[in-house]
């Protein structure tokens, strides 16, 4: 099933934040120069990933959720605070919400895509495919929301349930097929539906299976890729290593309906240290804090502001951005980057 592997992954999709879209040019070697230097970005900001909810009904095996120690607060972003947001980064064309929440669990969640859309900002988002009935499904498609992708790590009942703990497969199925058959009654081309498969060591093998069962839901696009981060030390085994993505690259080639994209290459120093995300995208949690990308989900690994305390053009140059952006373009790579 193999296809030319992108540079997204898992924290972007290529709509909100492939270096060919409308967020920015990184390429620039005027803008990096100047960077390498005094950390200084001119471009705006173009998309940010905003975390609408940090309140999720599953535990996953890869997620800071399922450990019982981790304490960040629990909470949905209310509408005025995503109005908050928005002003802070007036110059946002695209949204993703995303976080570790389930979006659609927060009860304003069409009150928080119609004060986007009412601005003209394209939103996308993910979400565990767990919580939508017909009626929601109605919602989700008259709410003019773009692009939606959904969560699917395992082809059998028996995978998903270990790799998505909360979920079953044959709940995801039903929401999905909810969701095509109100887009059939509504005549509506959006949302586009996606599916993304976080590839591990008890999945992999199942790839055909997930295309077939991509083809059978009738979405549009499937991404596999793979985890940038661990929640802990216990989930190694998840992680691809070489010889397994030398095994995927193996693959027969697909040539069916939906677009499949890959992710599962590293990327290169080069890359990682002219990332586009501090040169065009940023990530807010569900607290206001401004990070550099959803990597950072945890604020208190890295902060670069807080957006109900600074301006989204304040933050953007201010110190910590400055110092960071010098840093990856030193290849000076933090942890977390090392490993994207």
Partial sequence: ????????????????????????????????????VTGRNP?????????????????????????PDYDRPAKHMTPADFTRVLDAFPTVEKIEMQGIGEVFLNP???????????RGIQVQTFSNASVIDREMAHKI??????????????????????LRKGGTLERYKRCLNNLVQAKQALGSETPRLGMMCVLAKNNMHQVPKMVAIAEELGVQSIMFTKLNLMAGDKLLPLALDEEDTRF???????????????????????????????????????????????????????????????????????????EFRKQLLAGDLPTMCQNC
């Fill in 1 to 36: 099933m193999t296809t030319s592997d992108s540079t997204s992954d898992t924290h972007s999709q290529p709509e909100v934040g492939s270096k060919d879209s409308s967020a920015g040019d990184p390429s620039r070697p005027d803008l990096i120069a100047e960077a390498r």
């Fill in 43 to 67: 471009l705006p900001v173009r998309a940010m990933q905003i975390e609408t909810s940090s309140i999720c009904n599953f535990r996953c095996n890869s997620c800071v959720l399922s450990l």
């Fill in 108 to 118: 304003d969640v069409f009150e928080l895509i119609r004060i986007a859309t009412d």
């Fill in 141 to 162: 498609v008259e709410s003019g929301i773009a692009i939606i992708n959904f969560s699917m790590d395992g082809a059998d009942e028996e995978t998903f349930r270990k």
């Fill in 248 to 322: 995927l690259s193996t693959m027969p080639a697909y040539r069916g309906r939906v677009e499949i994209i890959t992710a599962v290459t590293p990327w290169t120093l080069e890359q990682r240290s002219t990332c586009y995300w501090p040169q065009s995208m940023t990530y807010v949690t569900v607290e206001g804090d401004v990070t550099p990308c959803c990597n950072y989900l945890d604020s208190r690994v890295m902060k670069m502001g807080n957006v109900y305390e600074k301006s989204g053009e304040e933050i953007w140059n201010d110190t910590p951005y400055r």
